[in-house]
């Protein structure tokens, strides 16, 4: 085996470990936003837990569903389960003081919204579906999570009225795929995924960008 | 081969392309009548994109995981994908003037509602399941889309509360089941059950029927 | 065959009976407390219809599309959608007379929920998935239909601020497999299970026990 070839296996392994901590640290960030969003409702710890559950795990299930990709992520990795769980207990403790954290939140969430994406690509894409699939599916895992979480707590879903958020999702899934189409490495284009993403979420929430919103109050009866 | 067989195997052919053309335009309609909602509650593009997407495809979405059929329909056909979203852009633009295609829109969403039906039945009918799921199974095709639609805009589904429509679809179901039961050759049941539909419905707009209201408002605790 | 075999399967054949038949009373007090709900926002009978099917069935239904276990329950039962629909149809009629069943349906609901659990838990079991995912299978069983009911009629699912409800399930849940584990007879362990959350929820309800709620409005922007 060449050291290259070697230092490369390395490199990639240690790639995979840091999507992995990507991908806790934004499941935890998600069950942390999903147990606010339950508090404001003022559920009982149950529900907390539900919804923390929804939202960091939800996405990625609703996508499996979709697709077909059976048996689901999290059923095969309980700990998972424990750790979103773990997260919304432990916000009821910690609520007060997470608003100091507010930067810190924004980061993970913008992080996670990245990581979510990718691995939705890429589930899709080993299925071999087809690429507006895999788009969807990305988008799908980045922000249906947050969706259930709105339905459940009874509200129409802030991703569908708020600054770009779905379309940091959809950005991300697009570069991923022509990077992939212009053969670039993975490694590569996982990172410059990471990076332009973030950009992209960080400026939208620095300078309030949104999309056009659509109005329309007339009644047909 | 003979003439009549030949002519039988054009006419299915083009019973095929009109069946195909009516499930083009319904999904176009409900993507609209999606978006028109999403503008209702103020939503950005993406939103809208969304309720027209979820509209549209999203009762064939829910039969087939109900009935475990994989890939999911538009999984396979990204045309749809692309028609639903550019139907649900473009009522951004021309909704002020949709009122005024208003008889339009109800006859469109009429034909809609009965392909639908019509391919749920045939759907669960290829899969072997009992009846009663083939007439569920068209009744979801028809109006889950509508019900997804209301709960992502945060209201009570109005075909729970709406004129016979609902209903058209049971009629439909359970019409497409006994002429196929009094062995109809398909393609004259298919023509009965639109012209059936058709008529059953615009009666119900026209004269206004409806179900009976079950009103409860005793509280137990 | 020995006597004591011959009298142990004769048991069990009869424990599923009563089994089955405590199944069949829960979808019938699930699917009326599904059409009162509908009542309660005035829906057509039609909408009645879908609530009683949701709440009764859509527990069994979540948790079978989670789990990838086609084809689905009542898809395979269709006397169960006819007994779900008939319940529903029949509330219209008697609702006025229910509330003073209201203990009934109080006892009915708690024999429901454990078995849905149970029942949740041994299709997880059979399927081979871990621990974590057979509790929440036989939770999902339980509660999930009541927050379907909840989501259509557009309000936040009380089983997340009730008294003690799903905390029941998770308990009856626990001690499953607990009992399990420690190799107690099957029957015995359901007939364990039975009692104890019987008696739990019983209590919850007589003393109006509940978890603690978390309450939480800090806004971040």
């Keep these: 085996m060449l050291p290259s070839a070697s230092l490369l ?3 990639q ?8 901590v990507i991908y806790l640290l934004a ?4 069950a942390m936003s999903g147990a606010l969003a339950a508090g404001r409702r003022n559920m009982d710890i149950f529900g ?13 299930t609703i996508r499996d569903m979709v697709l077909g990709h059976y048996p689901l992520g999290w ?19 910690v609520a007060r ?16 919204l990245i990581a979510f994406s990718l691995i939705g690509c890429s589930v899709a894409l080993e299925l071999g579906y087809p690429k507006v699939v ?5 988008m799908i895992t980045g922000i249906s999570g947050g969706i259930l979480r709105d339905v459940l707590c009874n509200q129409v879903p802030v991703v569908f009225r708020r600054e770009l958020y779905a379309s940091v999702s959809l950005a991300v ?12 490495n993975h490694n590569l284009n996982t990172a410059v995924c990471f990076v332009g993403g973030l950009a992209l979420r960080l400026a939208a929430i620095r300078f309030r960008w949104s999309l056009p919103v659509f109005s329309y109050q007339q009644r047909w009866e």
Tied chains: 1, 2, 3.
């Design 9 to 11: 296996e390395s490199f």
């Design 48 to 60: 907390v837990t539900v919804i923390a559950f929804v939202t960091a795990l939800g996405g990625g």
């Design 75 to 93: 059923t095969q990795h309980p700990e998972y389960v424990y750790l979103v769980i773990a997260a919304g207990l432990l916000t009821t403790v």
């Design 97 to 112: 003081f997470m608003i100091h954290l507010k930067q810190v939140f924004l980061l993970l969430d913008a992080l996670g």
């Design 134 to 138: 895999v788009v969807m599916a990305g």
């Design 27 to 30: 499941i935890t960030a998600e």
């Design 173 to 184: 899934c697009l570069l991923f795929l022509a990077l992939r189409a212009w053969e670039v």
């Design 13 to 20: 392994a240690s790639q995979i470990s840091v999507m992995l």
